[in-house]
């Protein structure tokens, strides 16, 4: 049983920042590939960045060079850091937590989300 809360959503205007964090209780936290997701109406839920275990980040184009993820294995938190943000950015952006069970299987789990407007 895993959960993940979001924080840290809300309206920003363009080119601006905001920071965006995700807590969970799980006890495996500090083992498993965390992250953020995203995802507007009418398309699917696309990545924004991940970090693994060891600290490995993995960025979408189109936000490398101005988010940043973080996590903190003592508090079991994912951050982040999002700055010269676009319209474009507007979305719904949900924590990701991935479970893994052997080198071929996988479990995703997803926190309920936060919404970030970015709008003049």
């Known amino acids: 049983h895993v959960e993940l809360l979001e924080s840290g959503g809300g309206l920003v205007q363009p080119v601006g920042s905001l920071s965006l964090s995700c807590t969970t209780s799980?006890?495996?936290?500090?083992?498993?590939?965390v992250g953020w997701y995203r995802q507007v109406p009418g398309n699917q839920r696309a990545l924004v960045a991940t970090?693994?275990?060891?600290?490995?980040?993995e960025y979408s184009d189109s936000v490398k060079g101005r988010f940043t993820v973080s996590r903190d294995n003592a508090k079991n938190t994912v951050d982040l850091q999002m700055s010269g943000l676009k319209p474009e950015d507007t979305a719904v952006y949900y924590c990701?937590?991935?479970?893994?069970?052997?080198?071929?299987?996988?479990?995703?789990?997803w926190g309920k989300g936060t919404l970030v407007t970015v709008s003049s």
């Open positions: 990701y937590l991935e479970l893994r069970n052997g080198g071929s299987v996988s479990i995703d789990y």
């Open positions: 970090i693994t275990s060891g600290g490995l980040t």
């Open positions: 799980f006890r495996f936290f500090s083992g498993n590939t």
